[in-house]
């Protein structure tokens, strides 16, 4: 038998080991378990298994490793979805419907005893409302607003949240305690709204119904500037995952979509139009970016006859004087028959889309490749959230549906796994929307008065505890 391994050699051999085998490797003896518990081996674990920047993992107080077997055995509990592993409540305040629900907490999960989800509403009846979801309960009403309030963004690292009323008038709310921190008037009602985090510092979009796109600074609203895109025809919006490109669309069919590049929004040159290209296509009806991608668009539009799903690459070549938009097609593909009634869409990864037509959910790459399909709601399916972990769906039916992705050799696999249910039928008419975090899923339920209440349901993590690695 040659000599025993010394550490160095032992740490490159670990760093190949998934996290189950490290821990195995922990029991051999003390050396052994001191080599296979060193931080770098499991940050490298958790990046693999979460791929996102260091600064974005919210360790706390605990250790890479804590970190993995904690979040490991949280995704188990939500992958399960036994009763017992999650908490159920429903949540009242609104005298009026909820008009858009969104989360102000960040989306990564924290295990040190410190971390709480907080959502915030805004409603028809002129407040916007926080919420603790682990405890069910109000943590701040604003007061009453002279208009109804329609839409809003988060910016959960800065801790603020963005509402704008039927009339257009935007204001800054502080997540914490619900101070109300800026205000900035559009001059007709707004038709989108986008939080964007930029390198440079965030920032707002803001469209409104007479074609105009605001670009306003955060916290303050000052306005970066103005620019006309569809003369009176309201806009659509979607920034960029690395905020470095706008993607807006209108109705018309006469009126191409168009791409902006954002600095030249936020720095626009004096007498000139902001950097843009209208891409070759009319009647857009959907749109997502590729979330794995700087710039990949996925944009639904009519053929001739049918309904087609195009990719886009897109670039920036900058010359002395210029900067001009690179607009590369690199899929297209005709969406069969039974979907044309496709009313959500969203992205996954780099090449994975989702659709929904009316009660099904199909699973597509951007190249037309069916995956997958599923039909596990009785009524139509009203709202659809995607992340790296999971896909939930909410349904008219009154139930939420779970799905995971499992890692293939060619592409994710998703998996169908449990309900969650929500109120009566006799006293609610359905979920509208729904939302997540990495403990949590929160639906809006419409009440048949008339009114909306949040559902959520907290999943419980024993910390401390590895009893579910991956």
Known sequence: MGPPLGVHELLHVFSFLEARDLLSAAQVDKVWNEVSGTKELWRQLCLRRWPCKDSQVRLGSQTWKQYYLCRSQLEFRMESGRPQDFVCKAIAGHKGPITKLAYASPKEPCFDGREKSVACTVSSDGTVRAWDLREGTEIWSSPLQPAALVNLVTYPQLQLVV???????????????????????????????????????????AACANGALYTLTVPGLQLRSRVSVFLDRPASLLCSPDCQWVFTWTEDA????????????????????????????????????????????????????????????????????????????????????????????????????????????????????????????????????????????????????????????????????????????????????????????TGVEARSAGTSILRSYYFQVQRGRGDHVG
């Open 163 to 205: 509402t704008v009323d039927e009339e257009g008038q935007i204001k800054v709310w502080e997540a914490e305690n619900g101070s109300e921190s800026a205000s900035f008037r559009l001059p007709t009602e707004s038709s989108g709204m986008e939080a964007c985090d930029h390198p440079e510092g965030p920032f707002l979009l």
């Open 254 to 441: 006469e009126l191409g979509p168009k791409v902006l590049h954002t600095r030249s929004l936020l720095c626009p040159p004096e007498d000139e139009p902001p950097v843009s290209s209208t891409l070759p296509i009319r009647l857009t009806s959907r749109a997502c970016w590729a979330p794995h991608e700087a710039a990949r668009l996925v944009v639904m539009h009519r053929g001739d006859n049918d309904l087609v799903v195009t990719t886009y690459e897109l670039g920036a070549k900058k010359s002395r004087d210029a900067v001009n938009i690179l607009v590369q097609q690199i899929a297209s593909f005709f969406l069969p028959d039974t979907m044309t009634s496709t009313h959500l869409m969203k992205g996954h990864g780099s090449q994975m889309l989702l659709l929904v037509s009316w009660t099904e959910l199909q699973l597509f790459t951007i190249h037309g490749l069916q995956l997958a399909a599923f039909q596990d709601h009785q009524e139509r399916i009203t709202s659809l959230c995607v992340d790296q972990s999971r896909v939930i769906t909410s349904s008219l039916d009154l139930s939420l549906r779970v799905y995971t992705w499992k890692k293939d050799n060619t592409f994710p696999v998703l998996k169908s796994c449990y309900h969650l249910l929500g109120g009566s039928h006799r006293w609610a008419s359905g979920f509208t929307q729904v939302e997540s975090d990495n403990v949590s899923i």
